[in-house]
């Protein structure tokens, strides 16, 4: 593993390590005296550690770990996995909005339609892209987008990843609300296939309103849920002190979310992150894509909305025996 660049308190074990090989390299490079001995055993500590760090996240971690500065967002995964992309704009009611992105691209010789948060990876960035919340104008512009992929008989493809819907005023005034259910609706009903990642933070109904598809999938170090921890713990113990706690509770990470039946499937991340490897977590989620539109795109239009509607209506069922 490289040098961690941005680390978290849980990481600590591995970033001493990482310190140490580098310390006894530049001895070594000093001393002209052959540490190589010294440095494949901590090497070899460095696997061990990560495999045990990484393969034992609490739900807070992979809070955390979803919220990485260095972690890919929207617009990085379409440069790595596209052959080419066109950007399309606005709602055509209000404005563009800047915290989702979405056009047609190409992938392995398909044309699909990418839709997905962008948050920024700079101050500068985040502000632009208002921190991946999106006003009702971005939900709308999604909308559009996927009406002209069913106009165009294009496959969608949706990245998810915000802290939630934009909560301000003007927000709620344009309908950010109404705006959000009737993607729901919409999506639901969408004649074409519709394959959903959960890149980062699926957070409320922010995430929800891009998140209906026939195949939903998490990457291995993310979130999901109706609301985040730190939200949860101000409402249920007026403080954000619980919220390593409230993650727990809330059954958020993605194999909670499996074993609960509520996504399709866990995208295997690089170890440590897909931070660590950009590269390889592109080619994994391209590999995802390209098998799974092979199979939905060989099914009927009405064999694929009422395994979509079949499947949502299924979640939250009890069966009482």
């Known amino acids: 593993m490289e040098q961690i660049k941005t680390s978290f308190d849980f990481e600590k074990p591995l970033t001493d390590l990482i310190q140490q090989i580098d310390k006894v390299k530049q001895i070594a490079e000093k001393t002209k005296v052959d540490m190589s001995a010294t440095i494949d055993e901590l090497n070899k500590k460095v696997a061990d550690t990560s495999q045990s760090l990484y393969n034992n996240l609490t739900g807070w971690q ?19 996995i596209c052959d080419d992309f066109i950007e399309l704009h606005g709602d055509r009611t209000v404005k563009d ?17 990418i839709i997905g948060h962008q948050k920024g990876k700079n101050t ?23 009406h002209l992929a069913e106009k165009f008989n294009k496959p969608v ?22 705006a959000i259910a009737r993607n729901l609706l919409e999506m639901s009903v969408l004649k074409v296939p519709i394959l959903c990642f959960i890149v980062g933070e699926g957070a409320s109904g922010g995430a929800l309103g891009i998140g ?12 999901y849920s109706v609301i985040s921890p730190e939200s949860c713990s101000s409402i249920l113990w007026r403080s954000w002190d619980f919220k390593e ?6 059954k958020l990470t993605s194999e909670d979310m499996f074993k609960n039946g509520l996504i399709d499937g866990i995208v295997k991340e690089p170890l440590g992150g ?14 995802h894509i390209v098998s799974d ?11 694929l909305v009422s395994k979509r509607i079949d499947k949502f209506c299924a979640m939250g069922v009890v069966n009482e025996g």
Not at 97 to 113: L, P, R, Y
Not at 293 to 303: A, F, G, Q, R, Y
Request: proline fraction near 4%.
């Open 62 to 80: 992979k809070v955390q770990m979803s919220r990485h500065p260095e972690r890919p967002q929207t617009l990085d995964y379409i440069k790595m």
């Open 97 to 113: 909005d800047k915290a989702i992105v979405g056009g047609f691209a190409t992938i392995a010789g398909q044309t699909v339609m």
């Open 124 to 146: 500068k960035e985040r502000q632009f892209h208002n921190f991946g919340m999106a006003n009702p104008e971005g939900y709308r512009k999604a909308l559009r987008l996927m």
């Open 157 to 178: 493809i949706t990245f998810i990843d915000t802290m939630g819907a934009y909560p301000g005023l003007e927000a709620e005034e344009r309908g950010q609300g109404e």
């Open 212 to 223: 209906i598809g026939d195949k939903v999938y998490m990457l291995e170090h993310t979130w």
């Open 245 to 250: 706690r409230a993650a727990e509770c809330l």
């Open 274 to 287: 897909a931070h660590q490897d950009p590269e390889w977590m592109a080619a994994n989620l391209k590999q």
């Open 293 to 303: 539109l092979k199979e939905l795109k060989s099914m009927s239009v009405e064999k």
